[in-house]
């Protein structure tokens, strides 16, 4: 009897006096100033200077392929890629499409239309000479106990008949001749210009070296032809 006369449980919670329960206070965090956000800003960066960043490292990523790639100056490259890049200008000038089998035959009609011939009757031969005369050479020092000669040497050119006389062969000694003996070698006959100082001494001073034998050549004889008139 008693369980039926007793209110129900959710009634006794709803007609419940309300009971006051103690009000607590959460503290207010002031809004950081610029001062107090300093260490995060420098930690993790503001929207701007992340912004800034990003386009730096965009533009560093940019460049660099074309800092680092190789030196491509005439100088490094071989023959083969300078005629290319002639063939490429050209085109480009000429404003033809890029055409790699186009530009290897323009590549070796150029490298045919420039090199010589090789076989043909204009092809240049390299030219010898011979001296009519026969000649000796000899070096003669030019330093003596009271002079230093700058340069220390000269070379002497002579006909063998005057090498023969200077040097007393006097038993084969006769006029030289060339040209099947009809011309005469000729001794000729030069001024070198040289300096010279005195032993110990640091003052060099001009000296003219004459009569220096410097060649034989092959001449017309006019004594005995005539005047010859060229």
């Known amino acids: 009897g008693l369980a039926s006369n007793a209110p129900p449980i959710i009634d006794r919670i709803v007609s419940a006096p309300p009971c006051d329960l103690p009000t607590v206070h959460l503290p207010t965090l002031p809004y950081p100033s610029s001062d107090a956000r300093w260490p995060y800003?420098?930690?993790?960066?503001?929207?701007?200077?992340?912004?800034?960043?990003?386009?730096?490292?965009?533009?560093?990523?940019?460049?660099?392929?074309?800092?680092?790639?190789?030196?491509?100056?005439?100088?490094?490259?071989?023959?083969?890629?300078?005629?290319?890049q002639?063939?490429?200008?050209?085109?480009?000038?000429?404003?033809?499409?890029?055409?790699?089998?186009?530009?290897?035959?323009?590549?070796?009609?150029?490298s045919e239309e420039e090199a010589p011939p090789r076989n043909g009757k204009n092809t240049a031969r390299r030219e010898r000479n011979?001296?009519?005369?026969?000649?000796?050479?000899?070096?003669?020092?030019?330093?003596?106990?009271?002079?230093?000669?700058?340069?220390p040497f000269i070379v002497e050119v002579k006909c063998k008949n005057q090498?023969?006389?200077?040097?007393?062969?006097?038993?084969?000694?006769?006029?030289?001749?060339?040209?099947?003996?009809?011309?005469?070698?000729?001794?000729?006959?030069?001024e070198v210009q040289t300096v010279r100082r005195p032993v110990h001494s640091t003052s060099w001073q001009p000296f003219l070296l004459r009569n220096v034998p410097s060649?034989?050549?092959?001449?017309?004889?006019?004594?005995?032809?005539?005047?010859?008139?060229l």
Request: charged share 25%; glycine share 4%; with cysteine.
């Open 41 to 84: 800003m420098r930690l993790f960066g503001t929207q701007s200077s992340r912004n800034a960043g990003s386009s730096l490292l965009i533009a560093i990523m940019l460049v660099f392929p074309f800092l680092v790639q190789p030196s491509t100056s005439s100088d490094d490259l071989s023959g083969y890629s300078r005629h290319r």
């Open 86 to 110: 002639r063939a490429h200008r050209r085109r480009h000038k000429q404003r033809l499409p890029v055409d790699e089998l186009a530009e290897l035959l323009e590549m070796t009609a150029a």
């Open 130 to 151: 011979e001296e009519l005369c026969v000649t000796e050479r000899r070096s003669r020092e030019l330093n003596t106990h009271q002079f230093e000669y700058d340069p």
């Open 163 to 190: 090498y023969e006389f200077d040097m007393g062969i006097t038993s084969s000694l006769k006029d030289q001749s060339c040209v099947h003996s009809l011309l005469r070698c000729v001794q000729r006959y030069s």
């Open 215 to 229: 060649g034989c050549e092959c001449m017309w004889p006019v004594d005995k032809y005539g005047h010859q008139e």
